[in-house]
């Protein structure tokens, strides 16, 4: 089983900032099927990424994912006050799918 | 539009059973592959299971916690997918959601939730 670790737990940021979010593997994730969700409290995951770096449809262009193998990143160049939520990173490479335990975002 | 309903939830005593099911409109159902998540209270999102389309062969993959005890199943006709849940614990305790994700005509990709339905397996 892949086994992913978001660090930090919580970042705390004002609106305007620039935000950096990691998720690592436990081993490779072979393609980059690396998936970034956002959840607001009381609501669905949203798909932010997929393929490590394709935003889904109609997520803004100030999200964006990089990496390969077994280090990730998202990052929200600016954010603004509807950003502020938890994070989570899935991989699909292999069963089970496994998330990562979350990074939550919250105003500083 | 796209909708997916859940539905079945509720309060099962441990080592019991209860079937979710999760109503999908607005897509052809039958080409898509299907999943469940499940959140427990206060906690991160945790994948439960994947039904592939049966085109694509109908097979199913589960989580480590829940395989041999959780059945994913799905019937086009009826444009459902079912979560069969046995022999419960306290710990599968969460709000269940069934999810897909799709290519839309413009070749990007969005992902389609339901809302979630509570189930609480407490004595």
């Known amino acids: 089983e892949i086994v992913l670790t978001q660090s930090p737990g919580t970042l705390s940021l004002s609106p305007g900032e620039r935000a950096t979010l990691s998720c690592r593997a436990s081993q490779s994730v072979s393609s980059n099927y690396l998936a970034w969700y956002q959840q607001k409290p009381g609501q669905a995951p949203r798909l932010l990424i997929y393929?490590?770096?394709s935003r889904a449809t109609g997520i803004p262009d100030r999200f964006s994912g990089s990496g390969s193998g077994t280090d990730f990143t998202l990052t929200i160049s600016r954010l603004e006050p509807e950003d502020f939520a938890v994070y989570y990173c899935?991989?699909?490479?292999?069963?089970?799918?496994?998330f990562g335990p979350g990074t939550k975002v919250d105003i500083k | 539009e796209v909708q997916l309903v859940e539905s079945g939830g509720g309060l099962v005593k441990p080592g019991g059973s209860l079937r979710l099911s999760c109503a999908a409109s607005?897509?052809?159902?039958?080409?898509?592959?299907m999943s469940w998540v499940r959140q427990a209270p206060g906690k991160g999102l945790e994948w439960v299971g994947r039904?592939?389309?049966?085109?694509?062969?109908?097979?199913?993959d589960y989580a480590a916690p829940v395989k041999g005890r959780f059945t994913v199943s799905r019937d086009d006709s009826k444009n459902t997918l079912y979560l069969q849940m046995s022999s419960l614990k306290t710990e599968d305790t969460a709000v269940y959601y069934c999810?897909?994700?799709?290519?839309?005509?413009?070749?990007?990709?969005?992902?389609?939730w339901g809302r979630g339905t509570l189930v609480t397996v407490s004595s």
């Open positions: 039904i592939k389309s049966k085109t694509d062969g109908g097979t199913t």
């Open positions: 607005g897509f052809t159902f039958s080409n898509a592959w």
């Open positions: 393929g490590a770096s």
């Open positions: 999810g897909t994700a799709f290519y839309d005509s413009s070749g990007g990709l969005r992902d389609y």
């Open positions: 899935q991989q699909y490479d292999s069963s089970p799918f496994t």
